[in-house]
């Protein structure tokens, strides 16, 4: 069995007055695992750095570009029976602006903005979940000991 590395998952989240919101998407009927809520992922293309990948699938899926970009302290993983391998995804953490609107691609057929608890309880994966979790408490307290990396793109 095979470790690979070939997908991101991004969260994707705007502050407002009453504190962050994430963007949730929710998949479209001809998609795998359609109907599910679920943040931003997508594949690392061939030469691509995962941050790079991060970046280009917000794009491609809500039309949104990031003001900033931090490595959130987690990855999520999987595994695939179908091909017996497990799959390790490093996690981002996207801030965008408030105003900006959401153009979404073929892949989902809804899009929301919810608070934290909303997003813990509509995702589906207990990784994606821990995710939510890491990225508020270090965004809302500013904890300093969850190392967030921002990068520069």
Not at 95 to 121: G, M, Q
Request: net charge negative.
């Amino acid at each position: 069995m095979k470790i690979i590395s070939n997908m991101v998952e991004v969260h994707v989240f705007r502050e407002t007055e009453a504190g962050i919101e994430f963007l949730l998407l929710k998949r479209s009927e001809n998609e795998i695992y359609a109907g599910l809520w679920q943040m931003v992922s997508g594949k690392i293309e061939e030469g691509e750095k995962a941050y790079e990948a991060a970046v280009r699938e917000i794009k491609e899926e809500t039309g949104l570009v990031p003001e900033k970009l931090w490595v959130a302290p987690n990855v999520n993983h999987f595994y695939s029976h179908e091909h017996d391998f497990i799959s390790v995804l490093p996690v981002f953490a996207a801030k965008i602006s408030s105003a900006t609107d959401v153009i979404l691609c073929d892949e989902h057929c809804e899009y929301k903005w919810v608070k934290p608890e909303e997003a813990k309880k509509l995702l589906t994966w207990e990784g994606q979940i821990k995710s939510v979790s890491i990225i508020t408490e270090y965004y809302i307290n500013h904890i300093e000991h969850l190392n967030f990396v921002e990068i520069k793109f």
